[in-house]
């Protein structure tokens, strides 16, 4: 199993958290919460490529679970936003990890 690291994943996956931790403490519901950190742990899997995908067609799905949450859930937008932006440096590019 090779990791996909991305820094515009981990950017919008950290937006995920914050975005849930300000819901959490609003008083949102505990089953909304629980929706929200079942798409989180899959976004986790998504990156963890198992060979058999691109690591376009990885991210192309990671990006497809993004949206959906900034559809479903209110407080969530910009998770595409983060995910869609300009790498800052060379270092930031979409990467290929070696097995773990």
Known sequence: MNWICSANALRALHRVMVCTRFAANEGCEAHVISDVMDSAEYLVAIL???EERTEREC?????SY?????TRFP???????AFD?????AKSRPLLATRA
Request: hydrophobic share 30%; net charge negative; proline share 4%.
């Open 59 to 63: 991210l192309r799905e990671f990006r």
């Open 48 to 50: 963890q490529n198992h």
């Open 85 to 89: 932006s300009e790498p800052q440096s």
């Open 66 to 70: 993004l949206k959906d949450l900034e």
């Open 75 to 81: 407080g969530y937008e910009g998770l595409l936003a």
